[in-house]
């Protein structure tokens, strides 16, 4: 594991050239990297007056810039959970981890197969090693633990990135959890990100409603790196693969 710093951001690499999380050093509670910005475009999906209402989770770490704004910009409980203990200490060391996070060291799954159902109302899954060639927990009944832990209109965003993942396969996966009609995703980074939203019972207001939240947040937040408005015209709700059709038997 390594931290290095270039024009002002510490990074977190986790034995490879992958960068695993970002934290300008002047600014540390900007939100630096695309995927991580666009990661909390799931506060859409939330009434503007639930911002900042219920607990928040983040299974694993990174350079904790999820858990630095959920528990130190909108004030929630903030839960994280990281497998690996060196990520924990450097967090502490160099990414101004927030002392008020609750912070368990263990494996994801376990902590979802403990946790109380409908206790979270933000979940945020970012599961990779230092490979970064696919996330680590990937099935349907990872994905439906997820959201057995939310609450009614509770959301997770989830970082698909990889080498070896599927995209499709995955978002797949999670819209067998969720539903087909409470997963959307967004347009991906350059550096190849892709963040899938997904409720438990959300209902999606209409555009004008939207806009006005995306507003909203971007007021609050976008000095440290929301663009909110722009989220809003890379959402695409979820399209299940064509299934070709079989030929007719002669």
Aim: charge should be negative; charged fraction near 20%.
């Amino acid at each position: 594991m390594t931290v290095s710093e270039f024009e002002g951001v510490r990074y977190l690499h986790l034995g490879s050239v992958w960068v695993q999380g970002a934290m300008r050093i002047r600014q540390p509670q900007k939100v630096e990297l695309d995927y991580i910005q666009r990661m909390l475009a799931s506060l859409l999906w939330l009434p503007t007056p639930a911002l900042g209402q219920g607990r928040a989770v983040q299974l694993g770490l990174g350079a904790g810039a999820i858990t630095r704004f959920t528990c130190q910009q909108l004030h929630m409980a903030t839960t994280v959970v990281e497998i690996n203990p060196a990520v924990i200490d450097v967090g502490v060391q160099w990414f101004h981890l927030p002392p008020a996070a609750e912070v368990v060291r263990g494996d994801a799954a376990d902590w979802l197969a403990q946790a109380e159902p409908g206790s979270v109302q933000l979940l945020h899954v970012d599961l990779y090693d230092e490979d970064a060639a696919a996330p680590v927990l990937d099935s349907q009944d990872f994905y439906a633990a997820c959201r057995q832990v939310l609450v009614e209109g509770g959301l997770m965003s989830v970082n698909l990135f990889g080498r070896d993942a599927s995209f499709e396969a995955s978002v797949a996966r999670i819209a067998g959890a969720f539903g087909a009609d409470q997963v959307w995703s967004l347009r991906p980074t350059r550096e190849g990100n892709t963040v899938v939203v997904a409720g438990r019972g959300v209902l999606v207001p209409g555009r004008d409603e939207l806009s006005e939240r995306a507003a909203v947040i971007e007021q609050r937040f976008g000095a440290i790196g929301l663009p909110a408005r722009k989220w809003l015209r890379m959402v695409r709700p979820y399209q299940p693969a064509a299934i070709a059709e079989l030929p007719t038997p002669a």
